[in-house]
């Protein structure tokens, strides 16, 4: 992945999707203080992703794997997207969560959010 201005919400070479709804970013947000919480689906896996920092405001841009585009509730693809940043504690408050589209129908995630 090598896209231009991923911290935007217009990326280049890329169509916005939408939005996720901020009580999907409030229920993510309350599974970080849930020790139980089991995302072990995707914890091997690693996933294609672009970062940009920008002073306490940190992007990723994810592409999503096939498998986690068929199932609704995707709660435990963001968590493990951000669970480096769970696991270190730089994460301080998520600010957006948005899905974009490829010509070739490939989604991508961009989570922005504050860094400790």
């Known amino acids: 992945m090598n896209f231009s201005n991923i911290q935007q919400k217009n ?9 996720v709804t901020d009580k999907a970013i409030d229920n993510l947000e309350s599974s970080f203080q849930d020790l139980f919480f089991q995302s072990k689906d995707y914890e091997l896996q690693t996933f ?3 970062f940009f920092e920008e002073k306490n405001t940190k992007t990723i841009l994810v592409k ?6 068929k ?5 435990p693809f963001y968590r493990a997207v951000l ?3 769970i696991d270190s504690e730089n994460l301080k408050k998520v600010k957006t969560i948005r899905y974009y589209v490829d010509i070739n129908r490939i989604f991508y995630v961009q989570v922005i959010f504050e860094m400790s």
Not at 11 to 19: E, K, Q, S, V
Not at 71 to 75: A, C, M, Q, R, T
């Open 11 to 19: 990326i280049p070479g890329l169509n916005f999707y939408g939005d």
């Open 48 to 50: 294609e992703r672009q």
């Open 64 to 69: 999503m794997p096939a498998a986690v585009q």
């Open 71 to 75: 199932i609704s509730h995707k709660l």
């Open 83 to 85: 669970q480096e940043e």
